[in-house]
């Protein structure tokens, strides 16, 4: 089950409607909506160290991130298949995007916080005012 935090951001709870969708729908259309309707979300494992740290990173930054635990979602799986074909690796999760864009793990996103881009694709999303 999913909940409303102040310092994870927002949880989605999968609705019906929402789960059903990613039931025999095509994962990757759901991800690419889910992606659409925040300016940062995350696509998580709840027990996951480095998703820890990437949802810890932007709420330090001030950021609400919509974050998606894949394995409290009934069709995770599906959406862990899709991502791994998306980005063409393994090694999935966290899983950020940004403006409706895709990021990428934590290694790109630590890239962009190191080498200041970051902050401006955050700006840019509406995420981040400052």
């Not at 930054?61 to 069709?75: K, R, T």
């Not at 995770?76 to 950020?96: H, N």
């Not at 864009?101 to 955050?122: E, F």
């Amino acid at each position: 089950m999913h909940y409303q935090t102040a310092s994870w951001g927002s949880y989605v709870a999968p609705s019906r409607s929402n789960a059903m969708v990613g039931v025999g729908g095509d994962p990757l259309e759901r991800i690419e909506r889910l992606a659409s309707e925040n300016a940062v979300v995350i696509f998580s494992i709840s027990s996951c160290c480095m998703c820890h740290a990437i949802k810890r990173l932007f709420c330090g930054m001030g950021v609400n991130p919509a974050v998606h635990e894949l394995d409290e979602d009934p069709s995770g799986k599906d959406l862990e298949r899709a991502l791994i074909r998306l980005l063409g690796t393994s090694s999935v999760v966290p899983v950020v995007f940004i403006g409706g864009k895709l990021v990428g793990t934590m290694d790109r996103v630590m890239a962009c916080h190191i080498n200041g881009t970051l902050v401006p694709l955050l700006k840019e999303a509406g995420a981040l005012w400052l």
